[in-house]
């Protein structure tokens, strides 16, 4: 098993420019999250999806969207760059009756 | 809205001597988890250890346990032996009980932990 798995690692944007972050797990997990971390910070949660076609707002939504079409995939759009998005994006994922989350590798992304 | 709060932005310790990082949450949930992570340079999270709310026994695993003080919304971990492997962020984090919408983590800012040779 690959696990959780997030591309790209790194990522440089402009203001205004969008993007997607990609993340995928092969372990069948029903639960699925986007957490950023800011510099020094704790991770704070975006988005979670409960499953295919179910996804909610975090602590902290304004900015990006996500989509949950299969199990596997979670990916993360950023429409419009602002600086403020500056962090590093963590993805993970956990299986129905347990509370334990299995993170990916992280993307760091910078908007300049 | 629960919060975890990490009152120690910084630690040090020396190789093979113990040391403890502090937590402090609240919540008015009765049926929670809390845990500690761990995050080193690779920026990878790494679980060191989880507790559940309605266990008196305090978790253990290996050179790592936490004092879990439910009435004071306290938990922390002690790293016993500590080795130069241990030096990483450490993040306390919360999450509610079985529900429907997963295991939703509140993370604390976390504390950095550095092990002297």
């Known amino acids: 098993n690959a696990g959780v798995t997030q591309t790209p690692k790194f990522r440089i944007l402009k203001i205004g420019q969008s993007m997607t972050l990609q993340c995928a797990q092969d372990?069948?997990?029903?639960?699925m999250y986007w957490y950023r971390q800011d510099p020094g910070m704790g991770l704070k949660l975006i988005y979670y999806s409960v499953g295919a076609g179910i996804t909610d707002k975090g602590e902290v939504p304004n900015g990006y969207n996500v989509s949950r079409s299969t199990t596997e995939d979670f990916p993360l759009r950023l429409e419009l760059a602002a600086p403020s998005q500056t962090s590093v994006y963590f993805c993970?994922?956990?299986?129905?009756?347990?509370?334990?989350?299995?993170f990916g590798p992280g993307t760091r992304l910078t908007v300049l | 809205a629960q919060t975890v709060t990490q009152s120690q932005p910084e630690m040090s310790v020396q190789e093979a001597e113990t040391v403890t990082l502090s937590c402090t949450y609240d919540t008015s949930e009765s049926d929670y988890y809390l845990f500690w992570y761990k995050q080193p340079p690779s920026r990878q999270m790494i679980l060191v250890i989880r507790?559940?709310?309605?266990?008196?026994q305090n978790a253990t695993e290996n050179r790592f346990s936490v004092n879990f003080q439910k009435a004071a919304k306290s938990f922390s971990l002690k790293i016993s032996d500590s080795q130069l492997g241990d030096a990483a962020m450490y993040f306390c984090?919360?999450?509610?009980?079985?529900?429907?919408?997963?295991?939703?983590?509140?993370f604390g800012e976390g504390t950095q932990l550095t092990v002297n040779p």
């Open positions: 507790q559940e709310a309605y266990k008196q």
């Open positions: 984090a919360y999450s509610r009980g079985q529900e429907t919408s997963g295991s939703r983590l509140t």
């Open positions: 372990m069948n997990h029903n639960y």
């Open positions: 993970a994922s956990s299986p129905p009756g347990k509370n334990e989350q299995f």
